[in-house]
């Protein structure tokens, strides 16, 4: 990793272990222009790439004659509406009503390390693994300033960016939009992959060709979303799993986005990813600023397959805090789709008897222990422990699960209001709602306005008092609905357009101070399955609940789509009852274990009532998670097959750092009648290294596991499949 500014040139190379990127700064007013970003380079000077020999209307030399200039620049931070009709970056109301602003390059700053943005989750590093550049630019018409900061960490192909606007001037001003990055390219032909969803069906790769005009994916939900992915990737037509060229854009965020792409006149293309502009507005007084979240880049020159390991080892060094994160997770037992509301002391005891003789370690009581809460109507605020179901109050239970042997976890939906509770009784005002029109209710809930420090402080105390009244090891935060009638009773008519940003910023700052609390916390974030999965979460949750579909088969397009972008230590993943809850697909006991391997693996049944062949399989996937975790939590992932692409069958593949072992997971999803055995090919294998496959006496070399393969014998029955333990020969 290395920063330089050719001081003479004025050019920022920026480099990671295999790429670069490339600003300059040209002409007398400072135009701060994108040069270059793929693989590495050895030039500093390659500003000719900016094309301004074959386009000399810069507008100080053509007495601003031609609007050229600005339409075809490859500008590094776009400004709004001074003659670059593209997307722009930033936008702004002045005092006059205008929207018109435009950075010109100041000064800059290099060093080791990098700075926390205020109240946002953001990477870190330690002083030694990575350098930051700051590029100070100026709007000396509005005397308003952004910092562009970029870092680049060792060992990693990863750059992350964010911008930060300060207003210097005695006028308040207001941002309408501010963009956390922004790059032009050439288009080459690339696609556009991103991930799209919906409940029970999150983050399914979808991949077209970029046309001319904008194309983009997006949330203005509130939160990152069931439905599209704060996420975008630059794919070249030839990419495959090991070669082509990926650029990847992911956002550290978890509330309204905007990933865009837009394909120009000239064939270049725009990339773009911030905070959504739609219904937001914030206020800037003098002196104060604005911290844009971050967006991480990553450009991979080896497939698909490079950029997903890239991110996995960025997310695990860089982005999760949590002591969990190195850790093997308690295998838990979670009691949601066990019994869902109709729950008892004991019919949680006998849950737990039976989970701890199966090698199970934590039990989570799920919704429904509070308040009046026997179904979805009502309670949420109440989080007092409704003493009718849980006979001898919540300690009580805690202590006795923790005599049978198991850990204690417990769910909270902290950021909601029932319209049915004491809360809103009491503060009716403290819901998210437009006066006189009739709010929206979405699982009979509102949410809360968290841009109020008395409520933030209401829920902290809430979920607190309950972790310091036993001894509890884990939480599920869950968030059950979107945000609609955007109206806050705290904030004026001027700052209304503040909520939806003010909302995400509650949300981390009760995460912040909850972990700060209780540091040891396991914490799961969840929202009605995976709608809040992304790098923002990860920053105070080192896991979040993938999906509520846990029928296997669709799990296994949910978790490819999950784990292109995010380490399969993130994703929670469970073994549920069949017939399936959200499906009715019947898949064998042994098939759901395999696949939840693949996350952080948990049950999600009621272990007294299931088939007892089931239950006997228990010990000994508990007994395979010890075994494998360690190598699929920490090893890097390979996807060898995709089910959502051929629609016969799966594999994946994650190999240990030394390469010294493999885990493949295969699964059968069409059972065709008198066929022959599928030919997979192993990857990321040492070629010269001999290995062995676990239940076979052969000794074979990486070179020809990874392109002679093995076969895989075609298995009698639906949905089978098979674990193939690789081992290098002593
Ligand atoms: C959401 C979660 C589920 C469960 C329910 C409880 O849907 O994703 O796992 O916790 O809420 O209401």
Request: hydrophobic fraction near 35%; proline fraction near 4%.
């Given at each position: ?47 000719y790439?900016l ?45 006059n ?13 290099i ?17 030694t693994?990575?350098?930051t550049?700051e ?9 308003l ?9 060792a060992?990693?192909d ?17 941002l ?30 979808e ?19 069931h439905?599209e992915h ?19 854009v ?8 905007l990933?865009q792409?837009?394909?120009?006149q ?10 959504h ?9 003098q002196?104060?600023?604005?911290y ?13 397959g ?8 960025f ?20 009691n ?11 019919k949680?005891?006998a ?28 309670s ?25 042997g198991?850990?204690?976890g ?18 009716p ?7 006189d029109?009739?709010?929206c ?58 909520l ?28 009605g ?17 993938c ?22 230590s ?9 017939p ?19 996350g ?9 009532k ?40 799966d594999?994946y593949?994650?190999?240990s ?43 074979y070399?990486?070179d ?8 895989i ?9 098979v ?8």
């Amino acid at each position: 990793m290395n920063i330089q500014f050719d001081e003479k040139n004025r050019v920022f190379k920026l480099d990671t272990e295999h790429t670069s990127y490339v600003m300059a700064v040209v002409d007398n007013e400072g135009f701060l222009g994108h040069v270059y970003y793929g693989a590495k380079i050895s030039d500093t000077d390659v500003a000719y790439l900016l094309r301004t020999d074959e386009n000399p209307m810069v507008p100080s030399k053509n007495n601003r004659d031609r609007s050229s200039f600005l339409d075809t620049f490859p500008m590094e931070y776009p400004g709004n509406g001074v003659g670059d009709y593209r997307e722009s970056a930033i936008a702004v109301l002045d005092k006059n009503g205008h929207s018109a602003v435009q950075f010109f390059y100041r000064s800059h700053q290099i060093f080791d390390g990098k700075k926390k943005i205020p109240g946002l989750p953001a990477s870190f590093a330690k002083e030694t693994e990575c350098q930051t550049l700051e590029i100070v630019t100026e709007d000396p018409v509005l005397g308003l300033e952004a910092v562009l900061v970029y870092t680049v960490f060792a060992g990693s192909d990863v750059i992350t960016r964010s911008v930060r606007v300060t207003n210097h001037e005695a006028e308040t001003i207001a941002l309408t939009k501010v963009m956390s990055a922004s790059f032009d390219m050439d288009a080459e032909g690339y696609e556009m992959l991103t991930l799209h969803g919906s409940w029970a069906r999150e983050r399914q790769i979808e991949q077209r060709p970029v046309g001319y005009g904008k194309q983009s994916v997006s949330s203005v939900r509130g939160e990152s979303s069931h439905q599209e992915h704060p996420f975008v990737a630059l794919v070249s037509k030839d990419a495959t799993e090991d070669q082509g060229k990926v650029y990847g854009v992911h956002f550290v965020y978890s509330g309204n986005f905007l990933a865009q792409v837009e394909k120009n006149q000239f064939d270049t293309l725009r990339v773009m990813m911030g905070i959504h502009p739609q219904d937001f507005c914030w206020e800037l007084k003098q002196n104060e600023t604005f911290y844009a979240p971050e967006t991480v880049l990553v450009f991979s020159g080896n497939g698909l397959g490079g950029m997903t390991r890239n991110l996995h080892d960025f997310y695990r060094s860089h982005m999760i805090r949590s002591p969990y994160k190195n850790k093997k997770r308690p295998i838990l037992i979670n009691n949601w789709e066990a019994t869902y509301f109709d729950f008892n002391t004991e019919k949680l005891i006998a849950i737990a008897k039976e989970a701890k003789k199966c090698g199970i370690e934590m039990l989570v009581m799920d919704d429904g222990w509070f308040g009046r809460r026997n179904d979805d109507n009502t309670s949420l605020g109440d989080w007092q422990v409704n003493e009718e179901k849980i006979t001898g109050g919540l300690k009580h239970l805690v202590d006795e699960v923790n005599v049978i042997g198991l850990q204690f976890g417990i769910w909270f939906e902290p950021e909601m209001i029932s319209p049915d509770s004491k809360l809103y009784e009491k503060h009716p005002d403290w819901a998210i709602e437009l006066p006189d029109r009739t709010p929206c209710r979405s699982r009979n809930q509102f949410v809360l306005d968290l841009s109020r420090k008395e409520v933030r402080d209401y829920v902290y105390e809430a979920v607190a008092s309950v972790l310091r009244s036993a001894n509890i090891a884990y939480v599920k935060w869950d968030m059950n609905r979107q945000l609609t009638d955007l109206g806050s009773s705290f904030l004026d008519e001027k700052h209304q357009g503040e909520l939806m940003h003010r909302y995400v910023l509650g949300v981390y700052e009760l995460q912040e101070r909850l972990m700060t609390e209780f540091p040891d916390l396991l914490l799961e974030n969840c929202s009605g399955g995976g709608a809040r999965f992304d790098p923002g979460m990860l920053y105070y949750s080192p896991q979040i609940w993938c999906s509520d579909d846990t029928d296997a088969i669709e799990r296994l397009k949910i978790q490819e789509g999950t784990a292109l972008i995010y380490p399969l230590s993130a994703m929670g993943a469970h073994v549920s009852d069949c017939p399936n809850h959200t499906v009715g697909r019947v898949t064998p006991f042994a098939t759901r274990g395999n696949v939840a391997l693949a996350g952080t693996f948990g049950y999600e049944l009621d272990i007294t009532k299931i088939p007892e062949e089931d239950r006997k399989l228990i010990p000994e996937q508990t007994a395979m998670y010890h075994k494998y975790n360690d190598l699929v939590r920490e090893g890097d992932y390979y996807r060898i097959a995709s089910y959502a692409k051929n629609h016969e069958y799966d594999c994946y593949e994650v190999v240990s750092k030394d390469k010294k072992e493999a885990l493949v997971t295969f699964v059968q999803v069409l059972n065709r009648p008198n066929y022959h055995s599928r030919r997979i090919c192993l990857k990321g294998l040492q070629p010269d290294r001999n290995y062995q496959i676990e239940g076979d006496k052969g000794v074979y070399h990486g070179d020809t596991l990874m392109h002679a393969g093995i076969n895989i014998p075609n298995m009698w029955g639906d949905f089978q499949s098979v674990l193939i333990h690789v081992k290098a020969a002593e």
